[in-house]
């Protein structure tokens, strides 16, 4: 029989990508959906026609237990989260409800329907559990590059989210015995990125002033460094997280670091634009606490799962332009999601 997966967070970037890969892996894809008019459901349906869908919320303990005992799992990926982080200064509580408690609400799903209880040791048949966690739980780094033994400072209420999510999972692993891992992911973008985070920022920018519909992008710190890569290379690493032997967190990145920068000259010139003609720096879009630099230190998942990216941070921010451009040239809309194939 096909092995089984439940996805939460199935209609954003790594959702979509995730259900592409773990369908090309013969897998009976399930995803989590909030609502019975979700636009982004139907959006996801003609991408991915192959996914079944399973109502839930992480807001709602019953629910998820409802869809684990429904799909009946042998993985589950916790996407789901409120994840750009400027919202999470704004919305502070919802931020830690979806992307810290809704953690705990799916561990305990699991649990209960799993039968396990405290002190349990063995992992055989077990449901495992993937939850995504971020680079942004390490903030003000302490070291650079960052590896899995890095201390955590976050600096948003995402960041605080999300290491509650990360040392929620460990303990469950070692509580319980249950095969539960997390991924720390670095930034990883593509063009199903959503319109308000940074990379498709600029890519956007660079496509409308290419096109004519716009004469200038507002931006706001530039010297803000991060390790980007792209997100179907990472979803990869998620899979190959619980299929290994026993469970253990990584840290996934390439290992190299690129301005905002950097990132905006390489989209102005995948568009044949000079950016400084075009980018104006703009004081009220800086964070209240900034993340200056991020970086990882893949060598973990490298070593122990054979994982490598294979997306240039060129190729990427080409890739992302050039989509972009199509995307406005047919007269799509960057805020409904259009920009999927």
């Given amino acids: ?186 930034n990883h973008e593509s063009p199903r990125r959503g319109a308000e985070f940074v990379t498709r920022k600029v890519t956007l920018g660079a496509a409308r002033i290419k096109l004519g519909l716009a004469t200038e992008l507002r931006l706001g710190n530039l010297e803000a460094r991060r390790d980007w890569g792209f997100a179907g290379d990472y979803v990869r690493a998620m899979h190959l997280m619980l299929q290994a032997a026993a469970p253990e967190d990584y840290v996934i990145g390439t290992g190299r670091m690129k301005s905002v920068r950097d990132l905006v000259e390489a989209a102005f010139t995948a568009a044949g634009l000079d950016w400084e003609q075009y980018v104006v720096l703009d004081q009220t879009l800086h964070r209240p606490a900034e993340v200056d630099l991020l970086c990882a230190d893949p060598k973990k998942a490298r070593v122990q799962l054979g994982w490598e990216p294979t997306v240039s941070f060129d190729d990427l921010v080409a890739m992302m332009v050039e989509s972009d451009l199509r995307l406005l040239s047919n007269g799509g809309d960057p805020d409904q999601d259009s920009s999927w194939p």
């Fill in 1 to 186: 029989m096909a092995r089984r997966a439940l996805i939460t967070g199935i209609t954003g970037q790594d959702g979509s990508y995730l259900a592409e890969h773990l369908l090309a892996q013969g897998y009976e894809v399930w995803g989590l959906a909030r609502g019975q008019a979700n636009p982004r459901v139907s959006r996801m349906r003609k991408l991915l026609a192959d996914v079944q869908v399973v109502r839930g919320d992480l807001l709602d303990q019953g629910s998820l237990i409802s869809a684990v005992e429904r799909v009946q799992p042998d993985e589950v990926y916790n996407l789901g989260a409120i994840s750009f982080v400027p919202m999470s200064w704004e919305q502070a509580e919802l931020t830690a409800e979806v992307t810290g408690m809704g953690v705990l609400r799916m561990l305990e799903a699991i649990r209960v329907c799993s039968g396990v209880s405290r002190g349990s040791s063995s992992r055989s048949g077990q449901i495992r559990f993937y939850q995504a966690s971020s680079s942004e739980m390490f903030g003000q780094v302490t070291e650079t590059p960052q590896n899995e033994r890095t201390g955590f400072h976050p600096r948003s209420p995402y960041g605080v989210a999300k290491a509650y999510g990360h040392f929620l999972t460990q303990n469950y692993r070692e509580s319980y015995g249950m095969y539960a891992v997390s991924g720390i992911l670095f």
